[in-house]
């Protein structure tokens, strides 16, 4: 196996999505752009999308990791427009983009459009969040895009699957579809909700970091792969994980948070730059593989089902986020009231990515090679299409539409209460500790834990102090600063005395761990 590929795919996506952070635009945008260039450049090696690496071995991480940082309360609160958009539109589009496809390309039947129509209809978790996190959307919308990307992908496998069936004789009904879609709803949301609890437990209760961590990212594919050998929906089984792991995460050890962010912030980086980067880098498979259908009349059809798909999205948002209010005063007293711009924004922020890919490179070569590369080629547009046209004016949208900010320092005032009541709770079981002979300790070190509850109460309160008129920081900007001085100072000392064999390698690195600690404490405290 020629590792050299992998290598230079990981080594130049983690570049170009490093170099993404200097620039205005998006990383997702950045990488595609960059793998469109790169994909006929001479010595490029050539880069297949694998549906049976994708699905099992990049999808149940990148799942994993966009659940488990969603709030499953937020999403709870959201759980009616996610459903409506994550099952109800993706079946809408599947049928809309089908249909109109059938009617606009000569000789490609309706199973083989609705095929097609599966494909392209589910919004992409990956470049979601990736364009949410850039953009700063309300957390309500974001909220929504969210839940909707993660779910909707069980709804789409399922009506691939069964338009599949059709469109190469297999005599898949309505009924079976229906069928079938309910056990992998069903079945994935079950075997996630069997598997949780006792994941759980286990987290709770290893005591190795090493171990937790291990275990951490092996979930995912657990959860994936025993739903996928129930045929239940593998997506499903991961998120309703990760949701739950997410919500109780408060419950692990601290030094298995530490890593575990640590990891799974890498192992994100790592896999969304690297599969942006795959999605522009199978142009030239993809054109390769189109056949009859080069020239014009392939590129006047890609540009017709992509407006078809921008289009079905803004008819189905509408109607779902404004008729539930007028026909239910139930929806209008526990819902806030939307508003045309956020409708407008959910609309706009469609895009697509790889999991449409990867479906489409599955289809089987029982399909006839027509409109099974069409598809591809199509599917290949149409995601390209919204992640450069979405993606690119989806920041000026937000910026046009002028939502209303971020409120900093109502958010530091209820942190900063929060903290209060904590530490008072903290101080109250300091107290009734010390009480006990038990817990005796010297006057100074009980200071020193008094000092250290004072330092946290008063570090958010800080924050809205006034800047430094000398050198324009805040006062938690200069504490940390001084305390990083500190640790440096100390660290200094430190590899001296290694250097000069008064202590060892071990214990330099058991010192310097210590030092990095209270640094990324100190950080913490100052916001």
Do not use: C
């Amino acid at each position: 196996m020629d590792v050299m590929p992998l290598l230079l795919l990981v080594a130049g996506s983690a570049a170009v999505a490093a170099a993404a952070r200097r620039t205005p635009a998006p990383a997702p945008l950045l990488l595609v752009a960059v793998g469109l260039a790169v994909s006929y450049t001479p010595g490029v090696p050539s880069y297949t999308l694998d549906p049976h690496i994708v699905l099992p071995l990049l999808l149940p991480p990148l799942l994993y990791t966009s659940a488990s940082d969603s709030s499953y309360l937020d999403l709870r609160a959201q759980l009616r427009p996610v459903a409506l958009l994550s099952v109800g539109y993706v079946l809408f589009a599947t049928v809309v983009v089908g249909w109109a496809a059938h009617l606009i390309v000569p000789g490609l039947s309706l199973p083989a459009a609705l095929v097609l129509g599966a494909v392209v209809a589910p919004p992409d978790a990956v470049a979601a969040t990736a364009v949410a996190r850039r953009v700063g959307l309300p957390s309500r919308i974001t909220t929504i895009l969210q839940g909707e990307s993660l779910l909707n992908d069980a709804t789409a496998i399922t009506a691939y699957k069964v338009a599949l069936g059709a469109a190469v004789g297999a005599g898949a009904t309505w009924a079976g579809g229906i069928g079938e879609f309910a056990l992998a709803a069903v079945g994935g949301v079950g075997i996630g909700l069997v598997l949780m609890a006792p994941l759980h437990w286990l987290r709770t209760h290893l005591t190795e970091p090493l171990l937790q961590n291990t275990l951490s990212l092996l979930i995912p594919f657990v959860a994936y792969a025993v739903a996928e050998q129930a045929h239940a929906s593998g997506v499903l089984a991961v998120v309703v994980v990760a949701l739950y792991l997410g919500h109780r995460a408060w419950e692990v050890d601290f030094a298995t948070r530490l890593q575990e962010h640590a990891v799974w912030k890498m192992v994100a980086f790592v896999l969304e730059s690297a599969v942006f980067a795959l999605i522009g880098l199978q142009l030239p498979i993809v054109i390769e593989r189109l056949g009859a259908y080069e020239g014009t009349s392939a590129v006047w059809y890609a540009v017709a089902v992509f407006l078809v798909v921008v289009v079905a999205r803004f008819v189905w948002v509408y109607p779902a986020t404004f008729l539930p209010r007028l026909l239910s005063a139930r929806v209008r007293e526990r819902e806030e009231n939307p508003t045309w711009r956020g409708a407008m924004v959910t609309s706009w922020a469609g895009m697509r990515g790889v999991v449409s890919l990867a479906i489409a490179f599955a289809i089987p070569p029982t399909m006839p090679d027509g409109p099974r590369n069409l598809i591809l080629f199509l599917t290949f547009t149409t995601v390209i299409g919204t992640l450069v046209v979405q993606g690119v004016t989806l920041p000026p949208l937000i910026r046009l539409l002028k939502f209303p900010g971020r409120d900093r320092q109502a958010e530091t005032l209820a942190e900063a209460n929060a903290q209060a009541q904590a530490s008072r709770a903290a101080e109250a079981r300091l107290d009734e500790l010390l009480s006990d002979e038990r817990n005796a300790l010297p006057p100074p070190l009980a200071d020193r834990l008094r000092a250290v509850l004072e330092r946290r109460r008063n570090a958010v309160w800080e924050r809205l102090g006034q800047v430094n008129p000398v050198t324009g920081e805040s006062v938690d900007d200069t504490y940390r600063r001084l305390s990083r001085e500190m640790i440096s100072a100390e660290r200094e000392v430190f590899v001296r005395l290694r250097d000069l064999r008064y202590i060892d390698d071990e214990m330099l690195r058991a010192l310097l761990r210590r030092l990095d600690l209270e640094e990324a404490a100190a950080f913490r405290e100052a916001g």
